[in-house]
């Protein structure tokens, strides 16, 4: 296979329905029900209220990404943001930190697929799951981004319909025991007892199943006029993800009122065999596994896309990550990388490996609504005006929003977040021979 980092491009084939599908699969909607057992505990059963806050916060800095994705329609999200308006040294701590999230999050998708099967089947290591995952994942994203795309469409069908089993048999569980003005109530928004530390500390954790609307940012040299659908695809995003997650959230707060479960972490499996019996708990746990799969297969290929632009500024090595395949046109040798840090999960268990992805993927929200009022504070020097609303007002709220979000986060995360952008700092230091000098860019026309 011959692979240059020169002559082959990144190809343009998604348009805004592709963007939302790949967008909504990286979220994982059905990612609501894995996590619901934890919120509803966290907040004391008012879960939907949780969604709710985390949707309104996250729509801030969604409105930041589609000002930045419209200004700068190239590859790299958050790093090539903060890059291009503040600076390239801080742009580069951006993207040394937002890596936390895209290197190590499919780790964390197929360490927990891989953990669904193994409980199924446990007379197979869990090292063969793992791998199978990496293996499909990784062929199907250097294929191209259009196999990868076609495969979302299928995955994501599966995953949809089951999620709307799931509320259709909330529901009929519900009317058979309240009637139908049992659908009606604000106790999924309430809860019992719950204050307003519980719903922002749910929120908190609510918050992290929105992590991936920025993705789509990452296939802008390979969306058609991504100046017009990328802003689109993150907003429609945010808000599909986040309907989808109230929704859900409301109707399984109605069968299970309150947050009090044998086991928070598996309550909506539970709650799916109670509603639909046997067998669509198994359906329900089958679905789980794919939706780690689809999710997986777009964090992969979100990940390769940021070390790609990183390599192809030379901030990472330029024969490695800024390579693509002259037959693919993939940056194959990205892709791998990520599989090859996916084999951590070999190693590893859920809990210490979803303690610090977080950290990065707040640290760059916050400055891409940074990045925003810099953009605005420059064109307005330059005789340019955009609105003091979207490009002013809504990036300060989103900075207030996410920062308190960080300051949730476990200590831990906090601890091992802090380690890995001191590691960052001392690459800089060499890279920039003391920060005396920028970190290598190329230069890259805007897409039109």
Do not use: C
């Amino acid at each position: 296979m011959s692979i240059t980092s020169t002559t082959p491009t990144l190809t343009r084939t998604l348009k805004l329905p592709s963007l939302v599908l790949f967008g909504l699969a990286y979220l994982t909607p059905l990612i609501v029900l894995g996590i619901f057992g934890v919120i509803a505990s966290e907040t004391g059963g008012a879960s939907a209220s949780a969604y709710l806050v985390a949707l309104i916060a996250m729509l801030f800095t969604a409105n930041s990404y589609g000002r930045m994705a419209r200004a700068f329609p190239v590859a790299g999200s958050a790093y090539t943001y903060v890059r291009r308006t503040i600076d390239g040294r801080v742009g580069f701590l951006v993207g040394w930190a937002i890596m936390l999230d895209y290197l190590f999050l499919p780790m964390v998708i197929w360490l927990i697929g891989g953990s669904y099967l193994q409980a199924q089947f446990p007379g197979v290591p869990m090292p063969v799951w793992i791998l199978g995952f990496i293996l499909i994942t990784s062929v199907l994203n250097i294929v191209g981004i259009k196999v990868a795309d076609r495969t979302n469409l299928v995955l994501m069908t599966f995953q949809i319909l089951v999620i709307a089993f799931f509320v259709a048999l909330s529901i009929g569980s519900v009317v058979s025991t309240d009637g139908a003005g049992g659908l009606v109530s604000a106790s999924p928004f309430v809860g019992i007892d719950a204050g307003f530390a519980g719903i922002a500390g749910g929120a908190a954790i609510a918050a992290y199943s929105f992590l991936g609307f920025d993705a789509v940012t990452t296939l802008t040299e390979e969306t058609v006029e991504p100046r017009r659908n990328v802003p689109r695809a993150i907003m429609l995003v945010a808000l599909i993800g986040g309907g989808i997650f109230v929704v859900v959230a409301y109707v399984t707060q109605l069968v299970h009122p309150g947050g009090v479960f044998e086991n928070s972490d598996t309550a909506a499996f539970e709650i799916a065999t109670r509603i639909g019996g046997n067998v669509f708990g198994a359906v329900f746990l089958a679905a789980l596994v794919i939706a780690q799969f689809t999710s997986g297969l777009a964090a992969q290929a979100s990940g390769s896309r940021l070390l790609y632009a990183m390599g192809r500024d030379g901030v990472l090595p330029k024969r490695i990550f800024g390579a693509l395949s002259g037959r693919f046109h993939t940056p194959v040798l990205s892709i791998l990388a990520i599989a090859v840090v996916g084999l951590i999960a070999i190693f590893m268990d859920v809990a210490t490996s979803t303690s610090f992805i977080n950290f990065g993927a707040f640290v760059a929200f916050i400055m891409v609504n940074v990045s925003v009022v810099v953009y605005w504070a420059k064109e307005r020097r330059d005789g340019r005006r955009h609105s003091a609303l979207l490009y002013l007002a809504a990036p300060i709220i989103g900075v207030v929003v996410i920062a308190y979000l960080l300051t949730q986060l476990d200590i831990h995360a906090i601890t091992l977040g802090s380690i890995w952008i001191a590691l960052g700092v001392i690459v800089l230091a060499i890279t920039t021979r003391g920060f005396r000098a920028q970190p290598p860019e190329l230069a890259v026309d805007d897409a039109e």
